[in-house]
């Protein structure tokens, strides 16, 4: 299959500032964060089984419209600043040394012994994306123990992992949440036992937190994002379980994600917390469905209603399918999703009152079904109503990667696709231009050239949906997961 190539292993870093075709806007002037799995390779011709334990390698891009930070590149007057590098945590480097002990899908080691590991030296091979949280850059994964990144040359600068009086888990939301408004940013651990509890927790920039609620569960389920509005924090309890008794139990082999259950008869339960007093407001139970990402969400009616947009597909047995064999050999329909939107009615219930007395009731619209994967909207509208869904589009059933990317219109439910400048996309990002309209900047994602062999960055119009400028990256960039710009992170160039 041609999209093989997107899942290579990267062995070069190399900063370069590179020549722009296009033009960039004058207000673009920050950088943008990619993280995602940069080689499948270990010691001794060993490799890692799947595509979401690849060592972790960010990428930077910074621009430069005016390049400012050091003339003229190739000709052009537009400049962007790229350097790739991998994170050289413990993780990378027991790997390189051909001691990899697995990480989400990889290894046979017992539950057990994996279990140990969340307890004493958590996993920190953290591909995921990268966050910033006070004045640190962290590098995330499911793990309770981050990494904290140097922004101008990517290189680690320590391990991050909370050490405090709060509760805390072993199973972390990879995603945190940020409410624009406030700037604060929350997330949710899992907590094992034999009686298991989601802690939800606001942090703070200094590494420490607020918690705000918990919640027992009899079976944890696997969530790798929730939700956030401007009152409440949604919990998509997904019948992906597990029974936290067999941690416990010796002999029990197999990666860790393997030891999840699909049990479609729990259905999936939507718990809604108030992020101010941590109350429990509603649980209501709708039928089995599971996802990785919630795209955003919102109120209305006074807060009496929830609205998240989540991409869905009808079960998690595909999460096996993920494996790099099966990615390389064209097998890829578990990653083509569907935007449905969960409506959640409080039935006129707001601030504390007991969900108890007034149940509440869930309904659910799907908005677009035709393949999509990694959704977002303008950082702009988060925990607000959004109009704009952007997201890779793939037909479904998928049997190559990404060809392209859209943009959805929750309102009048038309779509804009593009497929130009490569052969296969990646997540795209919108950026918003300041003070704009609702899809007034640009949008960014990274495309594979497989005959060139090159990767090229593409800054689309936001309104047109038309490419405007484009970057070539200096190879092939395997296909990540996600990024973040930041404004903030301004003009270095590379070296």
Known sequence: MESALGFHSLEKEQPASLAVDGSLPEWLTGSLIRNGPGTFSIAEGGSVDHWFDGLAMCYRFT???ENEAGGSVDGAADAVHYRNQFLETDAYETARAGEFNGG???????????????FTEPYDNTNIIVERVGDRYLALTESPRAVEIDPNDLSVKRDVEYDGPEPSGQLVCAHLKRDPATGTLFNVETEFGRTSTYHVHAVSGDGGRRHIGSIDTDAPAYMHSFALTPRYIILTEFPLRVNPLDFFKPGRQGPFIEQFEWQPERGTRIIVIDRTSGETIAEPVTDAVFGFHHVNAFERAGGSEVVFDLETIPDATAIGELSIESLRQGNLDAIAGRIERFTVDLGGVTGTARYDTNPATVRREMLYDDGTALPTVSPARWCRPHRYVYAMSLDQPATEWATGILKYDTRTDGVVEFDGGGDYFGEPIFVPRPD?????????TVALDVGAERSRLLVLDGERFE?????ELPHAAPFDFHGRYFPEIRVNKAR
């Open 63 to 65: 621009f430069d419209p």
């Open 104 to 118: 989400f899908a990889t290894g046979e080691t017992t539950l057990r012994e994996r279990l140990k590991g969340f």
């Open 436 to 444: 704009g309209s609702a899809d007034a900047g640009v949008v960014l």
């Open 467 to 471: 490419e405007r400028a484009r970057v």
